[in-house]
């Protein structure tokens, strides 16, 4: 999907009750530019999250995947540098959970 689309769907449900989120990185982020432009008339607010510490997320891996052995919780935690959306998805691609 690319932001024009992104941007076209956000302008056709602006004064709707539907909620669209979207996640960018900080470094070449789409909201700095020329797309924020382009949601004229639409809500928006941008939340800044650290990401998180090696014992956060070695707590999330186990929360999120209790059957997880912790070696593969304490070295998936450091792979995704602190994304926690990318944690989960790498526990699960070790889990068979595709």
Request: net charge positive; aromatic share 4%; glycine share 14%.
């Amino acid at each position: 999907m690319t932001l024009t689309y992104v941007a076209a769907l956000a302008r056709g449900h602006a004064k709707s009750r539907a909620l669209l989120v979207l996640t960018s990185r900080a470094d070449g982020d789409p909201l700095a530019g020329g797309f924020r432009a382009s949601l004229a008339g639409c809500a928006l607010m941008t939340l800044d999250i650290a990401p998180l510490t090696d014992a956060d997320a070695v707590a999330v891996a186990g929360g999120l995947f209790a059957g997880v052995g912790g070696r593969s919780r304490a070295s998936a935690s450091s792979v995704p540098g602190g994304n926690p959306l990318l944690l989960e998805q790498l526990l699960a691609h070790r889990r068979g959970e595709r």
